[in-house]
């Protein structure tokens, strides 16, 4: 069973179009995540949810619009996009521990090519 | 934390070779310190990680170790094999987000 899933793999399309990027996660966690990873392997986090509430909003451009209409569900949407949206996106959950951190789990990614 | 440094970027080792992959952070207040494993067309997954109140920890082949002190804490792969080819990020968990590094690209070579 896959633990974190993204939908799609592969994305291509062309610049100021809007597309949207799903991920869900089966593993009960009540953290989701959003990282962008780009060409030089740089991982970088976008956004954060806990219990469908936004608490990390890093400073990504507001054509970036995450939606998570449930605790198991995060999804991105990217509006007018441009050629430095090219990248690889990574969903990742983790169960909030009290005080501290946990493992997080990511998904296969979405590799976005804008065009 | 706002600031996690990797080094080296890339390591080439020979197989049986040990590796070694250091980190610095610079938040004090930073409890967590993860490694995560990326291989080729993959997600990022944990190896291995460490808390504030350890100095060492050992997973067979694998070894993490924490100085406070000094904020830096390094891993260690011990009897490396060609399927530990990969990128290797380490991370720092302080207030409200975990931190990567930038990552280190390890081939062992058979």
């Known amino acids: 069973d896959t633990a974190v899933s993204q939908t799609p793999k592969y994305l291509v399309t062309q610049m100021g179009n809007d597309k949207s990027i799903k991920c869900e996660q089966n593993?009960?966690?009540?953290?989701m995540y959003w990282y962008k990873q780009d060409s030089k392997k740089f991982l970088k986090i976008m956004f954060s949810?806990?219990?469908?509430?936004?608490?990390i909003n890093e400073t990504v451009p507001n054509r970036f619009s995450p939606k998570s209409p449930d605790k198991a569900h995060l999804n991105l949407h990217i509006n007018s996009l441009e050629l430095g949206d090219s990248a690889v996106y990574f969903c990742?959950?983790?169960?909030?521990?009290?005080?501290?951190?946990?493992?997080?789990?990511f998904g296969p990614g979405t590799r976005l090519t804008v065009l | 934390g706002e600031n996690v440094e990797q080094h080296p970027s890339t390591l080439s080792v020979q197989e049986g070779d040990s590796a070694v992959i250091k980190c610095t952070y610079s938040?004090?207040?930073?409890?967590?310190f993860p490694w995560y494993k990326q291989e080729l067309g993959k997600g990022p997954q944990l190896i291995i990680d460490?808390?504030?109140?350890?100095g060492e920890k050992k997973d067979q082949r694998i070894a993490v170790t924490l100085n406070k002190t000094a904020k830096h804490f390094s891993l260690h792969i011990t009897e490396t094999q060609p399927e530990d080819s990969a990128v290797y990020f380490c991370?720092?968990?302080?207030?409200?987000?975990?931190?990567f590094g930038i990552g280190t690209k390890l081939q062992v070579i058979p």
């Open positions: 990742a959950s983790s169960q909030a521990l009290r005080g501290g951190w946990n493992e997080q789990f």
């Open positions: 938040d004090s207040a930073s409890n967590y």
């Open positions: 593993l009960g966690h009540d953290t």
């Open positions: 949810y806990n219990n469908k509430e936004l608490i």
């Open positions: 991370a720092e968990g302080g207030y409200q987000k975990v931190t």
């Open positions: 460490i808390r504030s109140n350890v």
